[in-house]
C-alpha cells in the first residue's frame, strides 16, 4: 500500500542486489511451484553473487527451512525485510546488521525456478512492494 510506505524512504538507502526484476509484487500466474499473490519482489543474478542489507536492524531470523530455503529478516523497528533463496547466509540470528554489509548470497534453495533473491518488505505486519521504496 502506497500509504504505508511513504514513511519507509529514510528506512531504505540501497538495493539488497544489483540485478534484473524477474517477478514483481503482486498478482502473477501461478504454477507448481509459485503462488498467486507474489509477496515481494524476484531479482534475477548469478548464482553467488553476494546479497547486502537494505537496512541497518537485526537478523531476527535465519533459517534453511520451508519453501524459502536459506533465508534471513531483518527487522528494525516495525519494519522487517525478508532475503530468501539464497545459497549461503552470512550472518547468524541474533547479529546487528548495518545497512550495505554483505550477509547473503544468491542460490536457487527451496521452491525456487533457477538463482534469484526474493525479497520482501513489511512494515507494521503489512506487505509493502518494495518497488514503492527502493528503485530496480
Known sequence: ???????????YKRQPLQGTVTSRFGIRTPNNI?????????????EGTKIVAAMDGEATLVSQEGDYGNHIKITNGNVTTLYAHCKSLYINQGDKISKGMEIAEVGSTGRATGPHLHFEIRAYDRLVNPEYVLKF
Not at 500500500?1 to 528506512?11: E, F, I, N, P, W
Not at 509459485?34 to 548469478?46: E, K, L, P, R
Open 34 to 46: 509459485v503462488s498467486a499473490n507474489h509477496a515481494g519482489i524476484d531479482i534475477g543474478a548469478n
Open 1 to 11: 500500500d502506497l500509504r504505508m510506505s511513504r514513511g519507509l524512504g529514510d528506512v
